[in-house]
């Protein structure tokens, strides 16, 4: 494609006064041999800043944002016959250990209805095996923008492991009083120390169903997307260099550039950044129900947090739902 001097095609754009979308249609009906290496170009070009991790929804998505107009069904096309389809998912087993008599809390997340960040707080476990050894990754998700507000790398399965996952949480956000934790039934999250830390900082603890994933699909997600895009794709001299990979996967690209379906392509920093207001002081709801009846509860921003709910009543039916 002809270049004049060194300007970009944007700025030539702005210059001439018309839209990129229009001048790569306008180059597609006259010159589709060059829109045509063009649009390989580019694909290329997302396809290696992202170092293969983007399927060709999201390489369409970044196509669409520099004004290329390209019909998904030709990016996959186009990245099937260059090879550069994302690096395939692996599976990996569960970390959790439910196996234990400590307390276990209600789940409270399965009927919350989100407004704004720090409202809901997603928590899990996972292995990520390196040499001939296990290391042991935990984190805490936003549940509302999908970002990592809190993480920890670690050789031990121990309970300090999502401690200090947590206190790294607390410190970057600050946790205001009701904010409701989620979190799969295992001993970590169970543990003496765990909950004295959420009572201190007046955080509710939540827990899932016994063995239901979905409860905690955000955390899960994540998870997969760690392991496929950055654990699968590169290899890790030791534990250090493991840890600055994980850093900056997650400081610097999840959190930070890659776009995500559920937040309308956008990152979570990003869409955080977009939403109008002071969200944090908005309340999420929460929806009880005991057999035919319900109610809906306001989850403030104040001091007074949610108890959990009784036992539900034997005469109202067997239809009853519990949280």
């Not at 041999?33 to 991790?53: D, G, N, P």
């Not at 039934?185 to 899932?208: D, F, I, T």
Request: charged residues 25%; proline residues 4%.
């Amino acid at each position: 494609m002809p270049v004049q001097g060194s300007l970009s095609v944007e700025r030539m754009c702005q210059v001439a006064v018309v839209s990129r979308a229009g001048y790569y249609r306008s180059l597609q009906e006259h010159s589709p041999v060059e829109e045509e290496m063009l649009v390989r170009s580019t694909i290329q070009q997302i396809v290696v800043e992202h170092r293969r991790r983007y399927g060709y929804r999201r390489v369409w998505k970044e196509l669409h944002d520099r004004g290329m107009v390209v019909n998904y069904k030709r990016v996959l096309r186009l990245m099937r016959e260059d090879n550069l389809l994302a690096v395939q998912r692996k599976q990996f087993v569960v970390t959790t250990d439910s196996n234990h008599t400590l307390e276990i809390a209600v789940n409270l997340a399965r009927r919350m209805k989100l407004t704004g960040v720090n409202q809901l707080w997603v928590a899990d476990i996972t292995y990520i095996q390196v040499w001939r050894e296990f290391v042991f990754l935990a984190v805490v998700l936003d549940a509302y923008s999908r970002k990592v507000v809190g993480w920890e790398l670690s050789r031990s399965l121990s309970s300090g492991l999502a401690l200090r996952a947590l206190e790294k949480a607390i410190a970057e956000r600050r946790s205001p009083p009701g904010l409701v934790h989620h979190s799969e039934r295992g001993a970590q999250y169970a543990c003496r120390e765990y909950v004295a830390l959420l009572e201190k900082h007046q955080m509710v603890a939540s827990m899932s169903r016994p063995g239901n994933p979905y409860d905690n699909a955000r955390c899960e997600r994540f998870m997969q997307t760690l392991k496929r895009e950055e654990i699968y794709a590169s290899a890790y001299r030791d534990m250090e260099h493991l840890r600055s990979n994980i850093e900056d996967f997650i400081e610097r690209y999840y959190n930070k550039k890659r776009l995500h379906s559920a937040l309308g392509y956008l990152s979570p920093e990003k869409f955080e950044a977009m939403q109008t207001g002071d969200q944090s002081s908005k309340a999420a709801t929460i929806t009880c129900s005991f057999g035919k009846a319900s109610t809906s509860l306001d989850l403030g921003t104040g001091t007074q947090t949610p108890s959990p709910s009784p036992d539900p009543n034997p005469l109202l039916g067997t239809d009853q739902e519990v949280l």
